[in-house]
């Protein structure tokens, strides 16, 4: 597949697993699949778009201040929900912006999440640890709240997931307070996850499942992920998950699919889709 054609797949994805109910029946229709895919369908009207430094949101923010980007589409009817986009080892919000804004040209408030990225030796230093899965599972926590659990990452809790979509939920909504992003607060301090679509690509999936598994949340949509692996199987803290398997979405190479979603009992509740033959049309 083309670069664009995997691109297009992506954004197909979003369409497909954003565009659902979180609450119907796991499996998929195969007979609307192509409609899901019609770029047509989404409202078509200029969206609006903030870029925010992480350090106007936080000042002790001091790592990673690659910008935040959030969208609003106006035009599209709401769906009173929140999609959460995470990129990968290395990469930066501003390399999805066609995925955050096909999430809110279907209904979502949408952020592209700047946080913690680079993580090198947890590839290298995990599959030889002595309990690999929980080396893993702690250096993956701690990315999201900051509490010290790993030797191979140093996160503070400013520097935190948590911290960072909080206090970045905090400054849209008063800068912006007619966009309602303050809804997806809970008691002002902390995301409302209930209400929330967790998405990444990569290591940014697996800190989405990682959120998923210790939280219940509205919807989680994997991509190329989650990547960790104590030799050819899944580490067993995917294993149990607070967030409902049905509500879990993702896009990877066929051949990695077993591995990478097996281990969270999805791979034999959903319907396999190549989205490659789309992208081609």
Request: with cysteine.
């Amino acid at each position: 597949m083309k670069p664009s054609e995997r691109l297009l797949g992506s954004v197909a994805l979003v369409a497909m697993a954003l565009g659902c109910n979180a609450d119907q029946p796991s499996g998929l229709d195969r007979s609307k699949l192509s409609a899901r895919f019609d770029p047509s369908a989404g409202s078509e009207a200029p969206l609006v778009e903030h870029i925010v430094a992480p350090q106007a949101t936080d000042p002790a923010i001091d790592k990673f201040l690659d910008d935040h980007y959030a969208w609003l589409d106006t035009a599209a009817q709401s769906n009173q929900k929140l999609f959460v986009f995470m990129p990968g080892a290395g990469q930066v919000p501003a390399m999805f912006q066609l995925v955050q804004q096909e999430a809110a040209r279907l209904g979502y408030h949408v952020v592209g999440l700047s946080y913690v990225t680079r993580l090198g030796g947890v590839v290298f230093t995990c599959p030889i640890a002595p309990d690999p899965a929980s080396c893993y599972e702690n250096t993956r926590l701690e990315i999201v709240d900051g509490v010290d659990r790993s030797p191979l990452v140093n996160i503070s809790q400013a520097n935190s997931i948590d911290n960072r979509l909080t206090k970045l939920l905090q400054y849209l909504a008063a800068q912006y307070p007619d966009e309602g992003w303050d809804k997806f607060l809970l008691a002002g301090d902390q995301p409302k996850w209930s209400q929330i679509a967790i998405a990444g690509h990569s290591q940014g999936g697996g800190e989405a499942a990682t959120i998923a598994k210790i939280r219940l949340v509205a919807r989680v949509v994997l991509f190329s992920s989650v990547t960790d692996s104590v030799h050819s199987d899944a580490p067993a803290w995917e294993s149990t998950h607070m967030t409902p398997t049905e509500r879990y979405w993702g896009i990877a190479q066929l051949h990695r699919a077993g591995r990478v979603w097996g281990a969270r009992g999805s791979g034999d509740q959903r319907a396999t889709v190549r989205l490659d033959s789309h992208a081609r049309h």
